[in-house]
């Protein structure tokens, strides 16, 4: 053991190494492999075409999100009604009969368990502290949020994990982005992020792997963390880390793909000893007092465009870099919006509850008790998408679908619906959403779309208003 | 992997920032199950626009594009580098580029080339009427003009794209240092590999908080 003190990259990256070059790079091994059907056919495809096998296929799962209608999908028998898509349909087929060609775990889409891939991975206990976790899907860095190496890969290195179980890596610098204080009422894990991300800008984190440390991460619950680490990638960071803690281990504890027995207590033993040592270097150092922070959305049409809620849109004039005013007009004008308009008066006409970020069940939790009672705007459409078919049962059981259905919200299938613009569920041209996802870039909820990314109990309030609404209004006291 | 030693030719003077994947090819256009065809949908919400650059037949089939900073940023979607590489640009040149994109760019023979905004936006404009030179050989962007930047590449990805090789190839004949680290692996972290599989896991309260 050197004596240096290392942070929690460091030592995870030091487990993981295969050999080092000379060159600095080296081949990590990846402990985790997940699989959807988007970024998948081609690396199959190119196994099959130089006759390479899979080399762990236990190391590996695969489930369909992105393509999969929201509607009901199994006839009375539970199988899969036809996908009326032919290009989503021949995808989740190739999907199918990839894994079963190359021996790999599948979650089909008739499965309780299916879902959004970054929504499974935990929930299964797939996801482990200390581990290397990739997947073909820059939202990956949501498992960091259990102290996992996670990043998204491109294609062509699915296929080099798949047939190799090691990726070539370069190590990246490190980003700690403290967070003090105690959230004030309202302000949510999703406020946190979105105010982090425009404090670094879009592109703060290139080249970084960001820690996020402090009292409100501390005290934050999984899902919580789950929902930064999520948008690290927005941050441009690759991967985000939360160190493993008690939290983190009584999520874990008893998930169906958690180790168990012996080989808990040895995993626990040894997660213990991640944590960034005293005194631990990081290369950049961002700090944020959590009573700055109120709940928060996007105006524009990068992440990094974020302004409270009782603020107004920005006046691109006053920017002081010239290529930020060029976009911030641009931004401006698709969004439809002018500057100086407060954004409270901003009247939206769809509400999208779901994504990756904020689909688990404590943020249908949190949308459902402002939802409680109260009637979804006239005019507006409003959808809440679970992120998994067990997030689905566990708010059925705890009767949330009835209190969304009571209040006029739509209660769908789980996948990734709304949040791109890849399935059936769409925000039409020039319209204006209001959603729980990531992206707010052009065209990403369909084409011509206007998208507020915004926390679930602002998306909440947004729908029974009918226009961008100060959540703590509508918190405590019905109308 | 083609080999590539010169990028030489008209090239996109373009210059925007934050060019994310989705722009470069659209959700959409993912649905496909295989590499080749995707140039017919980059750009698209660009060139929905009139006097798009792309669309402009002077730069028609130019091998090179020059953006700004942060190029690739966004989702991980290789079909971005696909699409580039169906519409024939082997090198993108830019002040910085997402790392997920730069990494996509390499395993599909385009070069990405880091260069300086002053030097960017010199290249933005020669490039409106004169070629660009991209030279990994000796590892320069030059013009027909004085211009002479030089840029930086991993050793080890310069190496890839001059002899086209096949990293999965180099990386499997690292197999026995791959079985010595699953053994030790095995011995010291034994969850990894022990993980129960999907087939009839009990699921009941894996969905609870
Ligand atoms: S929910 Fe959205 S961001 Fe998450 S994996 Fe699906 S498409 Fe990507």
Known sequence: MSSRPQTLYEKIWAAHVVERRDDGTCLIYIDRHLVHEVTSPQAFEGLRVAGRRVRRPELTLAVPDHNLPTTPRVDAAGRLLPIADKESAAQLDALRRNTAEFGVDYIDATAAEQGIVHVVGPELGFTLPGTTLVCGDSHTSAHGALGALAFGIGTSEVEHVLATQTLLLSPSKTMEIRVDGALGFGVSAKDVILAIIGKIGAAGGTGYVVEYTGEVIRNLSVEGRLTIANMSIEGGARAGLVAPDETTFDYIKGRPMAPAGADWDRAVAWWRTLPSDPGAKYDRTVMLDASDIAPSLTWGTSPEDVVPITGA????????????????????????????????????????????????????????????????????????????????????????????????????????????????????????????????????????????LLSPAMAAAAAVTGRLADVRDLMGAKS | MQPVTVVTGTAYPWGAKNVDTDVIIPAHWLKTISRTGLGRGAFETVRAQPDNIFDNPRYAGSPVLIAGDNFGCGSSREHAAWALADMGVRAVIAPSFSDIFSGNAFKNG????????????????????????????????????????????????????????????????????????????AEHRPWIEERRGYEGVVVEGAGRT
């Not at chain 1, 789980?414 to 959403?433: H, I, Q, T, Y």
């Not at chain 2, 880091?114 to 490039?127: C, F, G, K, S, T």
């Not at chain 2, 027909?144 to 190839?169: A, H, K, N, T, V």
């Open chain 1, 313 to 452: 849109v920005p006046d691109p004039d006053s920017f002081a870099d010239p290529a930020k005013r060029a976009a911030g007009w641009k931004s401006l004008d698709y969004m439809g919006l002018t500057p100086g308009t407060r954004m409270q008066d901003v009247d939206i006409g769809h509400v999208f509850i779901g994504s990756c970020t904020n689909s688990r069940i404590e943020d249908l939790r949190a949308a459902a008790s402002v939802a409680d009672g109260r009637r979804v705007a006239d005019g507006v459409r409003a959808m809440v998408v679970p992120g998994s078919g067990l997030v689905k049962r566990q708010a059925e059981a705890e009767g949330l679908d009835r209190i969304f259905t009571n209040a006029g919200f739509e209660w769908r299938e789980p996948g990734c619906s709304m949040c791109l613009a890849m399935n059936p569920d769409k925000v039409p041209p020039g319209e204006r959403c209001a959603s729980t996802s990531n992206r707010n870039f052009v065209g990403r909820q369909g084409p011509g779309a206007r998208t507020h």
């Open chain 2, 110 to 185: 385009i070069v990405p080339v880091v260069l300086p905004q002053d030097a960017v936006d010199r290249l933005v404009e020669v490039a409106k009427d004169q070629p660009v030179t991209v030279d990994l050989e000796t590892m320069t962007v030059t013009t027909p003009f004085q211009d002479r930047f030089p840029f930086e590449l991993d050793s080890f990805r310069r190496q890839c794209l001059m002899e086209g090789l096949d990293e999965i190839g180099l990386t499997l004949a690292r197999d026995t240092a791959i079985s010595k680290f699953e053994g030790a692996m």
